[in-house]
Every structure is written in C-alpha cells, then in structure tokens.
C-alpha cells in the first residue's frame, strides 16, 4: 500500500528495539536479532507491496530506511530527549555497532539515525558507523529551540560532525 500512494522510502520499526532491550523482555539472542532483521524484511516488503513500475505513482525505487534511534529510546524512559545518559564515547559506539551490525546484515539500502538528542552521541554514532562505511545514512537531530541539540549544545556542532562521517548522505 505504501508503494501505491507513491511512497518511496520505507522505514523499519526499529527505532527502539535494541538487543538489550529486546533480551530484557525475554528475548533470546537469536530471536531478538530475528526481531531486528524481520523490521527490514516487513518493510522491503512493505515497499515493493503492489507496485507496478509502469503505473505506480512515483515510480522508480523503493527504498528501505532502517532506523536507528538514541540510546535512551532503547530505555524507553524519555531519557532520547536530554540525551548526555552518563556513558562514555565508546560504551555509546559498543551499543550502537551491535545494533547495527544485525541491521546492516539484513542489507537495508540505508539508515536512517533519527532524533539523536547530543553531539557526544552523534561522535559515538560516528565511531560505530565507520565500521560500516557502504550503506549510506541519514542523520537527524532533536533540537530544543532550533539552535541547539536537546542536550543544550550548538545545533551547528551535532551537524558538523554528521557532516565529518562519510555514510551520512543527509541530515
């Protein structure tokens, strides 16, 4: 249906799920990267569903955005909004590459990291998707007033480093 009302990105269910919060609610390893690889297979599927390329409007490409939230939309405690969660650079990068690791092996066409709420976690995002520099990405940020990240930093800094990692094709 999303194809026919012209529709030619689709977006994945994904941006709370993590592996840990998954296994938190009794999830396997197994299961929960099932749970994250099936949010892409719904959403390719989702996107080619009833489209004729010959009378679809828009047609031409379907793409599949996987997406990735904050760390604190995996906590689900509103934390995604302030950010700055007391962790270092590298426990936030750690959580991010495993994430998507599982996401990037289902072959999404690209990402799309969404509502990151403070330039500590966009460098953590930059650490971890350098291990994953073929699949293009989105960047976006919540911004408290338009200047600033919701973290209360310059909204100029979060975007320049989105700007310094070579996937990010947008933001």
Known sequence: ELARAGAQVA???SYQASLPGL????????????ALRRSVDLAR?????????ATAPGSG??????SVGPYGAALADG???RGQYG??????ADFHRERLAVLVASKPDLLAIETIPDVDEAL???DALADFPDVPAWMSFSAADGTTTCAGQPIA???????SIPSVVAM
């Open 11 to 13: 977006i994945t269910a």
């Open 23 to 34: 296994a938190a609610i009794g999830f396997g390893r197994v299961e929960a990267e099932q």
């Open 45 to 53: 599927t989702a996107a080619a569903d009833g489209v004729n390329e």
């Open 61 to 66: 490409p379907r793409w599949v955005a996987t």
């Open 79 to 81: 934390s995604e909004y």
């Open 87 to 92: 962790l270092t650079r590298e426990e936030l």
């Open 124 to 126: 953590a995002l930059a």
């Open 157 to 163: 800094e979060a975007a320049a480093v989105a700007a």
